[in-house]
């Protein structure tokens, strides 16, 4: 069977997979797949899971939000923020969960400190025009 390369490009990482037979991912029409051959095309792929196989392997997962998904030449990049990977997607679903809601937590955190800093803003302004106003 025909296989290709899959290339995978995060915020911090890059990896190459050689010998991919086939993937599996979604976009904003549904799930995909695609194998050794296909047609070059461009897609903005969907928050989720996305797979891959390479020889007789089990599949492996992406939990990704989002990203871009680009064959040519024979191969495939995959362009995102950051991935998780995992042969157990109940496992990367776990961690993916833990992640998100560190990331919630650390939003909610600057939520608060912009709060802070536009209260502080705000009493200074009325004071400078405390000072500022005729008696």
């Known amino acids: 069977m025909s296989t290709f390369t899959l290339h ?8 190459t997979v050689p010998g991919v037979r ?13 194998q050794a051959g ?3 095309f461009m897609t903005a792929l969907e928050f989720g899971l996305a797979r891959y196989r390479t020889g007789a392997d089990d599949w492996q997962y992406l939990a990704l939000p989002g990203g871009i998904l680009r064959v040519a030449a024979g191969a495939v990049w995959l362009f995102t923020r950051r ?15 833990r992640q998100l809601r560190a990331e919630e937590e650390a939003l909610r955190e600057t939520r608060l400190s912009l709060q802070q800093m536009e209260q502080h803003l705000l009493r200074r302004l009325w004071e400078l025009e405390q000072r500022g106003s005729p008696a």
């Open 22 to 34: 086939s993937l599996v991912a979604r976009d904003a029409s549904g799930s995909f797949g695609i």
């Open 38 to 40: 296909h047609e070059d």
């Open 83 to 97: 991935y998780l990977e995992d042969r157990d997607y109940r496992r990367l679903g776990g961690e993916l969960e």
């Open 8 to 15: 995978l490009h995060s915020m911090t990482a890059a990896r």
